[in-house]
Nanobody
Framework: QVQLVESGGGLVQAGGSLRLSCAAS????????MGWFRQAPGKEREFVAA????????YAADSVKGRFTISEDYVKSTVYLQMNSLKPEDTAVFYC??????????????WGQGTQVTVSS
C-alpha cells in the first residue's frame, strides 16, 4: 500500500501563487509516477499534471500549461505543483495521485485526501 499526504492549499487572490506538495510513504518502490487532479464544485474530477520519477516525462492539461509546473524529488518521494498566475476558475480540491504503471489521465492507483485551493477575484 501507498499513502499520499498533500499540503500547501489555501486561499489566494487572483494572480497569486501557491505550491502544493504531496509526500508518498509505504511501498513507494512500486510507483512509476505521481500527479495531480482537481475537482471544482459541481464538476467532474480532471487531470492537471503528472510526472514520472526522475522527471523525464511530464504531462500538463492545456488549461494550466505555462502557469503550473510539476516537479519531483525522488529521494523524498515527494511531488510538487507550483501554481502561478492563479485564476478564480482554478478553485478546486486538488488531489495527489500515484501511478504504478503508466500515467493515466483518467485516474491514479492511489489517492490523497485532497487539499482545497481557493482563488478569489
Amino acid at each position: 500500500q501507498v499513502q499520499l499526504v498533500e499540503s500547501g492549499g489555501g486561499l489566494v487572490q487572483a494572480g497569486g501563487s501557491l505550491r502544493l506538495s504531496c509526500a508518498a510513504s509505504g511501498r513507494t518502490s512500486s510507483l512509476y509516477a505521481m500527479g495531480w487532479f482537481r475537482q471544482a464544485p459541481g464538476k467532474e474530477r480532471e487531470f492537471v499534471a503528472a510526472i514520472n520519477w526522475r522527471g523525464s516525462i511530464t504531462y500538463a492539461a492545456d488549461s494550466v500549461k505555462g502557469r503550473f509546473t510539476i516537479s519531483e524529488d525522488y529521494v523524498k518521494s515527494t511531488v510538487y505543483l507550483q501554481m502561478n498566475s492563479l485564476k478564480p476558475e482554478d478553485t478546486a480540491v486538488f488531489y495527489c495521485a500515484a501511478f504504478i504503471g503508466s500515467i493515466r489521465k483518467n485516474g491514479g492507483d492511489y489517492w490523497g485526501q485532497g487539499t482545497q485551493v481557493t482563488v478569489s477575484s
